[in-house]
Protein backbone atom coordinates (compact mmCIF):
# COMPACT_ATOMS: atom_id res chain seq x y z
CA UNK A 1 0.00 0.00 0.00
CA UNK A 2 0.95 3.53 -0.73
CA UNK A 3 2.43 5.91 2.42
CA UNK A 4 2.58 9.35 2.36
CA UNK A 5 3.70 11.65 5.59
CA UNK A 6 5.87 14.29 6.50
CA UNK A 7 8.98 12.93 8.52
CA UNK A 8 11.16 15.96 9.98
CA UNK A 9 9.46 18.00 7.59
CA UNK A 10 10.36 16.03 4.83
CA UNK A 11 7.32 14.85 2.74
CA UNK A 12 8.19 10.79 1.97
CA UNK A 13 5.95 8.71 -0.42
CA UNK A 14 6.37 5.09 -0.30
CA UNK A 15 4.89 1.33 -0.83
CA UNK A 16 4.69 -0.34 2.59
CA UNK A 17 3.57 -3.65 3.73
CA UNK A 18 -0.19 -3.47 5.76
CA UNK A 19 1.66 -4.38 9.11
CA UNK A 20 4.98 -2.21 8.71
CA UNK A 21 5.51 -0.21 12.11
CA UNK A 22 6.28 3.25 12.25
CA UNK A 23 9.24 2.34 14.15
CA UNK A 24 10.27 0.23 11.53
CA UNK A 25 9.71 2.75 8.99
CA UNK A 26 11.43 5.88 10.50
CA UNK A 27 15.11 3.79 11.28
CA UNK A 28 14.58 3.05 7.58
CA UNK A 29 14.74 6.50 7.41
CA UNK A 30 18.03 7.11 9.26
CA UNK A 31 16.30 8.14 12.33
CA UNK A 32 18.37 5.57 14.76
CA UNK A 33 17.70 7.99 18.12
CA UNK A 34 14.39 5.77 17.91
CA UNK A 35 14.99 2.58 19.59
CA UNK A 36 13.20 -0.83 19.59
CA UNK A 37 13.16 -1.35 23.58
CA UNK A 38 10.50 -3.78 25.40
CA UNK A 39 8.76 -3.50 22.31
CA UNK A 40 5.48 -4.37 24.49
CA UNK A 41 4.76 -0.46 25.00
CA UNK A 42 6.04 0.16 27.81
CA UNK A 43 9.66 1.48 27.88
CA UNK A 44 9.66 4.62 25.90
CA UNK A 45 12.35 4.47 23.73
CA UNK A 46 10.27 4.25 20.26
CA UNK A 47 8.43 7.95 21.59
CA UNK A 48 8.32 10.11 18.52
CA UNK A 49 5.63 12.91 18.03
CA UNK A 50 2.73 12.24 15.62
CA UNK A 51 1.19 15.42 14.92
CA UNK A 52 3.01 16.80 17.88
CA UNK A 53 1.69 14.22 20.36
CA UNK A 54 4.01 11.83 21.85
CA UNK A 55 3.31 8.29 20.94
CA UNK A 56 5.13 4.71 20.94
CA UNK A 57 6.12 4.29 17.30
CA UNK A 58 6.36 0.40 18.12
CA UNK A 59 2.95 0.23 18.39
CA UNK A 60 1.24 2.52 15.56
CA UNK A 61 1.19 0.83 12.47
CA UNK A 62 3.03 2.84 9.48
CA UNK A 63 -0.31 3.42 7.65
CA UNK A 64 -2.02 4.56 9.97
CA UNK A 65 0.42 7.38 10.02
CA UNK A 66 0.03 8.37 6.72
CA UNK A 67 -1.33 11.69 6.37
CA UNK A 68 0.08 13.07 9.35
CA UNK A 69 3.14 14.68 10.43
CA UNK A 70 6.25 12.42 12.51
CA UNK A 71 8.72 14.00 14.17
CA UNK A 72 11.87 11.98 15.88
CA UNK A 73 14.62 13.64 17.90
CA UNK A 74 16.45 13.76 14.69
CA UNK A 75 14.24 16.37 13.33
CA UNK A 76 13.85 18.17 17.05
CA UNK A 77 17.30 18.93 17.61
CA UNK A 78 17.60 22.54 18.41
CA UNK A 79 14.70 22.29 20.39
CA UNK A 80 16.45 19.28 22.34
CA UNK A 81 19.91 20.86 22.10
CA UNK A 82 19.93 22.73 25.37
CA UNK A 83 17.69 20.50 27.44
CA UNK A 84 19.95 17.45 26.16
CA UNK A 85 23.36 19.08 26.79
CA UNK A 86 22.02 20.30 30.21
CA UNK A 87 21.37 16.95 31.38
CA UNK A 88 24.73 15.52 30.11
CA UNK A 89 26.33 18.20 32.08
CA UNK A 90 24.64 17.51 34.86
CA UNK A 91 25.32 14.30 34.75
CA UNK A 92 21.62 12.74 35.06
CA UNK A 93 22.29 9.43 33.62
CA UNK A 94 24.34 7.02 33.21
CA UNK A 95 24.21 5.14 29.92
CA UNK A 96 22.55 7.23 27.85
CA UNK A 97 20.26 4.25 26.03
CA UNK A 98 17.10 5.88 27.27
CA UNK A 99 18.15 9.50 26.76
CA UNK A 100 16.40 10.05 22.87
CA UNK A 101 12.78 8.66 24.40
CA UNK A 102 13.20 10.65 27.66
CA UNK A 103 13.82 13.94 25.57
CA UNK A 104 11.74 13.29 23.30
CA UNK A 105 9.13 13.09 26.52
CA UNK A 106 10.21 15.79 27.86
CA UNK A 107 9.81 17.87 25.24
CA UNK A 108 6.04 17.17 24.96
CA UNK A 109 5.54 17.79 28.44
CA UNK A 110 7.58 21.58 28.63
CA UNK A 111 5.05 22.45 25.44
CA UNK A 112 2.09 20.83 27.59
CA UNK A 113 3.33 22.31 30.89
CA UNK A 114 5.75 25.18 30.72
CA UNK A 115 6.21 25.09 34.61
CA UNK A 116 5.61 21.27 35.62
CA UNK A 117 5.49 20.20 39.19
CA UNK A 118 7.80 17.55 40.88
CA UNK A 119 4.88 15.49 40.54
CA UNK A 120 3.42 16.66 36.96
CA UNK A 121 7.08 15.83 35.65
CA UNK A 122 7.24 12.40 37.35
CA UNK A 123 3.26 11.29 35.91
CA UNK A 124 4.49 12.44 32.13
CA UNK A 125 7.67 10.66 32.19
CA UNK A 126 6.17 7.27 33.93
CA UNK A 127 6.47 5.80 30.64
CA UNK A 128 10.10 6.04 30.32
CA UNK A 129 11.92 3.58 31.64
CA UNK A 130 15.62 3.65 32.66
CA UNK A 131 16.93 0.52 34.31
CA UNK A 132 20.30 2.64 35.55
CA UNK A 133 19.74 5.74 36.97
CA UNK A 134 16.36 5.03 39.32
CA UNK A 135 15.28 8.06 37.85
CA UNK A 136 16.26 10.70 40.74
CA UNK A 137 19.16 11.60 38.81
CA UNK A 138 16.95 12.96 35.38
CA UNK A 139 14.66 14.39 38.05
CA UNK A 140 17.28 16.35 39.70
CA UNK A 141 18.49 17.50 36.44
CA UNK A 142 14.89 18.53 34.44
CA UNK A 143 13.90 20.34 38.08
CA UNK A 144 17.10 22.47 37.38
CA UNK A 145 16.82 23.13 34.07
CA UNK A 146 13.38 24.33 34.87
CA UNK A 147 15.22 26.74 37.14
CA UNK A 148 17.87 27.89 35.01
CA UNK A 149 15.45 28.27 32.00
CA UNK A 150 13.25 31.12 34.77
CA UNK A 151 16.90 32.17 35.99
CA UNK A 152 17.70 33.20 32.15
CA UNK A 153 14.21 34.57 31.76
CA UNK A 154 14.02 36.88 34.42
CA UNK A 155 17.49 38.33 33.81
CA UNK A 156 16.16 38.65 29.70
CA UNK A 157 13.25 40.50 31.15
CA UNK A 158 15.48 42.60 33.65
CA UNK A 159 17.57 43.67 30.57
CA UNK B 1 3.81 -11.44 16.42
CA UNK B 2 0.87 -9.42 14.36
CA UNK B 3 0.57 -9.99 10.39
CA UNK B 4 -1.60 -7.83 8.89
CA UNK B 5 -3.03 -8.61 5.08
CA UNK B 6 -4.53 -5.75 4.04
CA UNK B 7 -5.33 -2.66 5.84
CA UNK B 8 -8.28 -0.10 5.12
CA UNK B 9 -8.82 3.28 6.39
CA UNK B 10 -12.77 2.89 6.59
CA UNK B 11 -14.76 5.70 4.92
CA UNK B 12 -17.84 4.60 6.78
CA UNK B 13 -19.75 2.97 9.52
CA UNK B 14 -21.21 1.07 6.65
CA UNK B 15 -18.13 0.01 4.85
CA UNK B 16 -16.49 -1.10 8.10
CA UNK B 17 -19.22 -3.04 9.38
CA UNK B 18 -19.52 -4.92 6.07
CA UNK B 19 -15.81 -5.46 6.54
CA UNK B 20 -15.79 -6.38 9.99
CA UNK B 21 -18.41 -9.55 8.96
CA UNK B 22 -15.83 -11.17 6.57
CA UNK B 23 -12.74 -11.91 8.48
CA UNK B 24 -11.85 -8.10 9.36
CA UNK B 25 -11.05 -6.79 12.46
CA UNK B 26 -11.46 -2.89 13.42
CA UNK B 27 -8.75 -1.72 15.40
CA UNK B 28 -8.62 0.84 18.82
CA UNK B 29 -5.06 1.47 19.74
CA UNK B 30 -4.25 -1.57 18.60
CA UNK B 31 -2.12 -1.76 21.49
CA UNK B 32 -3.33 -5.35 23.25
CA UNK B 33 -4.02 -6.56 19.23
CA UNK B 34 -0.04 -6.26 18.52
CA UNK B 35 0.95 -8.32 21.57
CA UNK B 36 -0.81 -11.46 20.19
CA UNK B 37 0.47 -13.94 17.59
CA UNK B 38 -2.22 -13.34 15.08
CA UNK B 39 -2.57 -12.96 10.86
CA UNK B 40 -5.01 -10.30 10.50
CA UNK B 41 -6.92 -10.75 7.08
CA UNK B 42 -8.10 -7.22 7.02
CA UNK B 43 -7.61 -4.20 9.47
CA UNK B 44 -9.86 -1.37 9.51
CA UNK B 45 -8.91 1.66 10.69
CA UNK B 46 -11.56 4.17 12.06
CA UNK B 47 -9.36 7.07 13.18
CA UNK B 48 -10.76 9.01 9.51
CA UNK B 49 -14.44 9.02 11.10
CA UNK B 50 -14.33 11.31 13.17
CA UNK B 51 -14.72 9.37 16.46
CA UNK B 52 -11.97 11.05 18.62
CA UNK B 53 -13.97 13.74 20.02
CA UNK B 54 -15.98 14.00 23.31
CA UNK B 55 -18.86 16.29 23.09
CA UNK B 56 -21.05 17.31 25.86
CA UNK B 57 -25.10 18.70 25.89
CA UNK B 58 -27.20 19.31 28.71
CA UNK B 59 -27.86 15.64 29.29
CA UNK B 60 -25.25 13.58 28.71
CA UNK B 61 -21.27 12.95 27.38
CA UNK B 62 -20.42 11.72 23.97
CA UNK B 63 -17.51 9.93 23.86
CA UNK B 64 -16.66 8.67 20.55
CA UNK B 65 -15.00 5.14 19.90
CA UNK B 66 -11.52 6.43 19.01
CA UNK B 67 -11.10 8.62 22.02
CA UNK B 68 -8.00 8.47 23.29
CA UNK B 69 -7.56 7.69 27.37
CA UNK B 70 -5.56 10.98 27.61
CA UNK B 71 -8.39 13.06 25.71
CA UNK B 72 -10.32 11.22 28.54
CA UNK B 73 -7.98 11.96 31.78
CA UNK B 74 -7.51 15.90 29.97
CA UNK B 75 -11.34 16.67 29.71
CA UNK B 76 -12.32 19.17 31.99
CA UNK B 77 -16.63 19.12 31.66
CA UNK B 78 -16.00 14.47 31.83
CA UNK B 79 -14.02 15.44 34.99
CA UNK B 80 -15.70 17.58 36.81
CA UNK B 81 -18.50 16.17 36.30
CA UNK B 82 -17.10 12.63 37.69
CA UNK B 83 -15.38 14.29 39.99
CA UNK B 84 -11.67 13.27 38.94
CA UNK B 85 -12.60 9.61 38.28
CA UNK B 86 -12.35 8.95 35.17
CA UNK B 87 -8.30 10.67 35.18
CA UNK B 88 -8.01 8.94 38.23
CA UNK B 89 -8.92 5.28 36.19
CA UNK B 90 -6.32 6.07 33.43
CA UNK B 91 -3.28 8.03 34.96
CA UNK B 92 -1.31 5.04 35.76
CA UNK B 93 -1.89 3.43 32.64
CA UNK B 94 1.93 3.03 31.21
CA UNK B 95 2.71 6.72 30.17
CA UNK B 96 1.71 9.43 28.26
CA UNK B 97 2.72 8.27 24.99
CA UNK B 98 0.71 4.87 25.36
CA UNK B 99 -2.39 6.76 26.30
CA UNK B 100 -1.99 8.95 23.45
CA UNK B 101 -2.98 5.45 21.23
CA UNK B 102 -5.08 3.53 23.90
CA UNK B 103 -8.57 3.88 22.90
CA UNK B 104 -11.94 4.13 25.21
CA UNK B 105 -13.98 1.91 22.54
CA UNK B 106 -10.66 -0.74 22.01
CA UNK B 107 -11.01 -1.04 26.09
CA UNK B 108 -14.40 -1.12 26.32
CA UNK B 109 -15.16 -3.07 23.34
CA UNK B 110 -12.32 -5.80 24.52
CA UNK B 111 -14.06 -6.13 27.91
CA UNK B 112 -10.76 -6.63 29.40
CA UNK B 113 -11.02 -8.19 33.08
CA UNK B 114 -7.87 -5.49 33.69
CA UNK B 115 -9.73 -2.10 32.28
CA UNK B 116 -9.79 0.22 34.58
CA UNK B 117 -11.78 2.09 32.12
CA UNK B 118 -14.81 -0.36 31.69
CA UNK B 119 -14.28 -0.74 35.43
CA UNK B 120 -14.74 3.50 36.20
CA UNK B 121 -17.02 3.72 33.20
CA UNK B 122 -19.45 1.22 34.74
CA UNK B 123 -19.43 3.28 37.75
CA UNK B 124 -21.81 5.83 35.93
CA UNK B 125 -24.95 6.46 34.35
CA UNK B 126 -22.96 4.37 31.29
CA UNK B 127 -24.67 3.68 27.77
CA UNK B 128 -22.86 2.06 24.68
CA UNK B 129 -23.97 2.62 21.09
CA UNK B 130 -23.39 -0.37 18.85
CA UNK B 131 -23.22 0.48 15.20
CA UNK B 132 -26.17 -2.23 14.56
CA UNK B 133 -27.32 -2.80 18.25
CA UNK B 134 -28.19 0.62 19.20
CA UNK B 135 -27.96 1.74 22.80
CA UNK B 136 -27.71 -0.85 25.37
CA UNK B 137 -26.67 0.19 29.11
CA UNK B 138 -22.55 -0.69 29.38
CA UNK B 139 -23.76 -3.26 32.16
CA UNK B 140 -25.53 -5.39 29.88
CA UNK B 141 -22.86 -4.61 26.94
CA UNK B 142 -19.73 -5.45 29.01
CA UNK B 143 -21.67 -8.82 30.34
CA UNK B 144 -22.58 -9.94 26.87
CA UNK B 145 -20.16 -11.84 24.29
CA UNK B 146 -18.20 -10.62 21.76
CA UNK B 147 -19.46 -9.96 18.36
CA UNK B 148 -18.97 -8.68 15.13
CA UNK B 149 -20.87 -5.32 15.78
CA UNK B 150 -19.02 -1.64 15.87
CA UNK B 151 -18.73 0.01 19.24
CA UNK B 152 -19.39 3.92 17.73
CA UNK B 153 -19.44 5.78 20.94
CA UNK B 154 -20.14 5.45 24.91
CA UNK B 155 -22.32 8.36 26.57
CA UNK B 156 -22.45 8.68 29.93
CA UNK B 157 -25.59 10.44 31.06
CA UNK B 158 -25.49 13.37 33.60
CA UNK B 159 -27.36 11.84 36.38
CA UNK B 160 -26.24 13.49 39.52
CA UNK B 161 -23.38 11.03 41.04
CA UNK B 162 -20.73 10.63 43.00
CA UNK B 163 -17.70 8.45 41.85
CA UNK B 164 -14.69 7.20 43.95
CA UNK B 165 -12.16 5.18 41.62
CA UNK B 166 -8.92 3.78 43.30
CA UNK B 167 -6.66 1.10 42.07
CA UNK B 168 -3.94 -1.19 43.34
CA UNK B 169 -1.02 -2.10 41.51
CA UNK B 170 2.15 -3.96 42.00
CA UNK B 171 4.21 -1.67 40.57
CA UNK B 172 3.18 1.74 38.84
CA UNK B 173 2.32 1.66 35.28
CA UNK B 174 1.88 -2.40 36.01
CA UNK B 175 -1.72 -3.67 35.36
CA UNK B 176 -3.91 -3.63 38.04
CA UNK B 177 -4.13 -6.34 40.87
CA UNK B 178 -7.36 -4.95 41.34
CA UNK B 179 -9.85 -1.87 40.10
CA UNK B 180 -12.12 -0.42 41.88
CA UNK B 181 -15.31 2.12 41.69
CA UNK B 182 -17.84 3.33 43.84
CA UNK B 183 -20.99 5.39 43.01
CA UNK B 184 -23.51 7.19 44.76
CA UNK B 185 -26.29 8.60 42.96
CA UNK B 186 -30.19 7.53 42.29
CA UNK B 187 -29.86 3.96 42.01
CA UNK B 188 -28.17 4.02 45.70
CA UNK B 189 -24.64 3.11 45.69
CA UNK B 190 -22.81 0.63 43.63
CA UNK B 191 -19.43 -0.69 43.78
CA UNK B 192 -17.45 -1.57 40.85
CA UNK B 193 -15.16 -4.20 40.90
CA UNK B 194 -12.40 -5.33 37.79
CA UNK B 195 -9.27 -7.12 37.63
CA UNK B 196 -10.35 -9.87 39.83
CA UNK B 197 -8.80 -10.95 37.65
CA UNK B 198 -11.99 -11.62 35.34
CA UNK B 199 -13.90 -8.66 33.93
CA UNK B 200 -15.43 -6.11 36.12
CA UNK B 201 -18.73 -6.74 38.01
CA UNK B 202 -21.45 -4.06 39.63
CA UNK B 203 -22.30 -5.01 42.43
CA UNK B 204 -25.07 -2.67 45.10
CA UNK B 205 -23.64 -1.81 48.38
CA UNK B 206 -26.15 -2.03 51.09
CA UNK B 207 -26.88 -0.01 54.26
CA UNK B 208 -25.63 3.05 52.95
CA UNK B 209 -28.30 4.03 50.85
CA UNK B 210 -28.64 8.02 52.85
CA UNK B 211 -25.50 8.44 50.41
CA UNK B 212 -27.05 8.35 46.96
CA UNK B 213 -30.25 10.35 48.78
CA UNK B 214 -27.37 13.49 49.24
CA UNK B 215 -25.75 12.86 45.92
CA UNK B 216 -29.13 13.17 44.25
CA UNK B 217 -29.74 16.42 45.90
CA UNK B 218 -32.94 15.74 46.54
CA UNK B 219 -35.38 18.61 48.62
CA UNK B 220 -36.59 16.13 51.21
CA UNK B 221 -34.41 17.82 53.61
CA UNK B 222 -34.86 14.70 56.20
CA UNK B 223 -33.57 12.40 53.19
CA UNK B 224 -30.41 14.90 52.59
CA UNK B 225 -29.94 14.87 56.56
CA UNK B 226 -29.99 11.62 56.40
CA UNK B 227 -26.26 11.63 55.31
CA UNK B 228 -25.09 12.89 59.41
CA UNK B 229 -26.58 8.99 59.88
CA UNK B 230 -24.26 7.02 58.29
CA UNK B 231 -20.92 6.11 60.55
CA UNK B 232 -17.83 4.37 60.10
CA UNK B 233 -19.23 1.13 61.48
CA UNK B 234 -22.10 1.22 58.92
CA UNK B 235 -18.96 1.80 55.84
CA UNK B 236 -17.44 -1.08 57.57
CA UNK B 237 -20.18 -3.42 57.43
CA UNK B 238 -21.04 -2.54 54.05
CA UNK B 239 -17.76 -2.94 53.04
CA UNK B 240 -17.54 -6.20 54.10
CA UNK B 241 -20.54 -7.27 52.84
CA UNK B 242 -20.11 -6.33 49.70
CA UNK B 243 -17.12 -7.32 49.04
CA UNK B 244 -17.93 -11.03 50.24
CA UNK B 245 -19.90 -11.16 47.05
CA UNK B 246 -17.55 -10.69 44.42
CA UNK B 247 -15.97 -13.23 43.30
CA UNK B 248 -12.13 -13.32 42.94
CA UNK B 249 -9.49 -15.83 41.75
CA UNK B 250 -5.43 -15.79 41.69
CA UNK B 251 -2.96 -14.83 38.67
CA UNK B 252 0.63 -14.57 38.70
CA UNK B 253 -0.13 -10.89 40.48
CA UNK B 254 -2.45 -11.80 43.53
CA UNK B 255 -3.94 -14.90 44.75
CA UNK B 256 -7.92 -14.83 45.42
CA UNK B 257 -7.69 -14.17 48.97
CA UNK B 258 -5.54 -10.51 48.50
CA UNK B 259 -7.76 -9.90 46.11
CA UNK B 260 -10.97 -10.21 48.32
CA UNK B 261 -9.04 -8.42 50.88
CA UNK B 262 -7.94 -5.47 49.02
CA UNK B 263 -11.56 -5.42 47.96
CA UNK B 264 -13.28 -5.03 51.09
CA UNK B 265 -10.40 -2.21 51.53
CA UNK B 266 -10.63 0.04 48.63
CA UNK B 267 -14.46 -0.09 48.74
CA UNK B 268 -14.24 0.89 52.08
CA UNK B 269 -11.67 3.98 50.97
CA UNK B 270 -14.75 4.16 48.44
CA UNK B 271 -17.04 4.89 50.57
CA UNK B 272 -15.61 7.15 53.18
CA UNK B 273 -14.14 9.22 50.81
CA UNK B 274 -18.00 9.67 49.37
CA UNK B 275 -19.18 10.22 52.84
CA UNK B 276 -16.65 12.70 53.88
CA UNK B 277 -17.08 14.81 50.42
CA UNK B 278 -20.85 14.72 50.76
CA UNK B 279 -20.70 15.93 54.61
CA UNK B 280 -18.05 18.45 53.41
CA UNK B 281 -20.07 19.54 50.99
CA UNK B 282 -23.51 20.33 52.83
CA UNK B 283 -21.21 21.76 55.96
CA UNK B 284 -20.09 24.11 53.54
CA UNK B 285 -23.30 25.28 52.19
CA UNK B 286 -25.23 25.38 55.71
CA UNK B 287 -22.07 27.78 56.34
CA UNK B 288 -23.28 29.60 53.16
CA UNK B 289 -26.81 29.49 53.91
CA UNK B 290 -26.04 31.11 57.81
CA UNK B 291 -23.58 33.25 56.35
CA UNK B 292 -26.50 35.08 54.40
CA UNK B 293 -28.98 34.96 56.89
CA UNK B 294 -25.99 36.98 59.24
Known sequence: MKLQMELNGKKITEEISPDLLLLDLVRSHGCYSVKRGCETSNCGLCTVMLDGKPVLSCSVLAARASGHRVETLEGLEEEAKEFGTFIANQGAEQCGFCNPGMIMNAIALFREYPDPTEEEIREYLAGNLCRCSGYEGQLRGMLNFLAYKKEKQTEGGAV | ?294
Open chain 2, 1 to 294: MLKIREYVKAESLEQAYALNQKNGCILGGMLWLKMGNRTVQTAIDLSGLGLDEITETEEEFSIGCMTTLRRLELHEGLNRFGGGAFRESVRTIVGVQFRNLATVGGSIFGRYGFSDVLTCFLAFDSYVELYKGGVMPLEEFAASKRDKDILVRLIVKKTPVRCVYLSHRNTKTDFPVLTCAVSAGPWGVRAVVGARPQRAVCVPVKGVDALGAAVCQNTDAAEVNAVNTVNTAQIEAAARETADKIPTSGNMRAGAAYRSHLAHVLIRRALTRIWEEEKGEKEEAEGRKGGWQA
